[in-house]
């Protein structure tokens, strides 16, 4: 209705506009009134109910006032999301009407447009400590007025000519203000403010629009810098991501380099181009990395030692009573093996089986198997070993003859 000027928290209305004030006009601040969504339900006793559209900010004890029409006031009684209910018969409304919010006037059905305590406070400076006098302002010379509110406030203004008779009204000055510019913008794209020119909402973005889509995935292709992040579903990154910490329980994906200031805890499948960490890289899943991992220390894939096939009576060219044990604290990815032979049947190329305790996924993994000498065993090591590698195991051969008594150690590197 009006040709207003919005900046941060303050709102103006330059001359010229449809309200157009004048030298010595009043402008009142009102909370927001209520408009009709239909026709007035019929009185019941001295009152009357009104129905409305929802989001008025009429409480009962407040005056309303129908339109701009002073013989047209009445006390309000109760209210509900959706009614009030008025204290007179002859007020009466259709879908549209609108009722100015007097709030709690000192003049009752006879206005005086003075409220007893002002349910919308305006300021006459922008740090808020200087109140409005009852949230009247007069008009200067120009026909032009202006104030600071807070930034919660939502307000209704009534313009009243120099004998103080209304003549117009301006509904809901919102205090999220939107950009005026005509560019166009992205569907569902997430909006910032304006910190330089006040509290506006920017137009577009320049590139990586980031949006929220209906069933609120967020999308968002430019570099980000995030605190502690929980994540339950899949974590997709195109871009750069510096992250303090991220604990995810679904996929983690990411074109772009990770670098992790903690901790990455990821439970599901990942495929990250590269990763660097200054701290601890905990991955429970299986993991593609399609660059490289920098870092103070990589740890071991977790989880149970694998298991040597009829380990306590081993057989296989190790003897009758030939014994394997797994050494603590072994996993998948290293681990000791060691053979006491014992017994007879001890023959060349002698074998043993190794079973992962969780299967590799895909393909077999590489694997380097080293014999250790030992105080039992002096011979020359490695030179004469072999071993075969599935997804769920090693098989190694031993190609000289074991001697009964003797100890032999395996230790074990694996690679996925």
Not at 133 to 147: A, E, F, K
Not at 335 to 344: A, E, M, Q, Y
Request: overall charge negative; charged content about 5%; glycine content about 12%.
């Amino acid at each position: 209705m009006a040709n207003l000027l919005r900046r941060t928290n303050t709102i103006s209305v330059i001359n010229g506009s449809y309200v157009s004030p004048g030298n010595g006009y009043f402008v009142n601040a009102y909370a927001p009134g209520a408009i009709a969504s239909g026709a007035s339900d019929a009185p019941i006793g001295a009152t009357t109910v009104l129905n409305l559209f929802t989001g008025h900010g009429v409480v009962a004890g407040d005056y309303v006032m129908k339109g701009i029409d002073t013989t047209k006031v009445a006390l309000v009684d109760s209210v509900t999301a959706t009614t009030i209910t008025i204290h007179n018969i002859t007020i009466t409304a259709v879908k549209d009407d609108v009722f100015i919010n007097l709030g709690p006037d000192t003049g009752g059905t006879t206005p005086t447009y003075i409220q007893t305590s002002p349910r919308v406070v305006i300021y006459s400076t922008p740090d808020t400590t200087t109140a409005v006098p009852n949230s009247i302002l007069t008009c200067d010379s120009g026909g032009d007025y202006g104030y600071w509110y807070a930034v919660d406030a939502q307000i209704w203004e009534l313009v009243r000519n120099t004998a103080g008779t209304p003549i117009d009204y301006i509904i809901q000055n919102s205090n999220v203000l939107l950009s005026s510019s005509s560019s166009s913008v992205t569907d569902n794209t997430i909006a910032r403010f304006d910190g330089t020119t006040g509290l506006l909402i920017q137009a577009g973005y320049s590139s990586n629009t980031p949006t929220i889509s209906d069933s609120g995935g967020i999308t968002a292709a430019g570099t980000h810098a995030l605190g502690p992040t929980a994540v339950t579903g899949a974590f997709s990154a195109s871009g750069t991501s510096t992250l303090a910490a991220v604990n995810a329980s679904g996929t983690v994906a990411a074109a772009g380099a990770v670098t992790v200031g903690t901790t990455l805890g990821v439970t599901g499948a990942s495929s990250l181009a590269a990763i660097t960490g200054s701290s601890t890289l905990a991955i429970t899943g299986e993991s593609t990395l399609s660059g490289g991992i920098v870092t103070a220390h990589i740890a071991a894939k977790t989880g149970s030692a694998p298991t040597v096939t009829n380990a306590s009576a081993l057989g296989n060219g190790w003897g009758t009573t030939g014994a394997a044990v797994v050494a603590s604290n072994s996993t998948d990815n290293r681990f000791t093996v060691t053979i006491t032979s014992g017994g007879t049947g001890q023959a060349v190329n002698a074998t043993f089986a190794v079973v992962f305790a969780t299967a590799w996924t895909t393909i077999a993994p590489f694997a380097i198997v080293a014999l250790n000498k030992n105080a039992s065993y002096t011979g020359t090591p490695n030179t004469t070993l072999g071993w075969t590698t599935t997804t769920s195991g090693i098989t190694v051969t031993f190609a000289s003859q074991p001697v009964s008594g003797l100890v032999y150690i395996f230790s074990f590197i694996v690679l996925g």
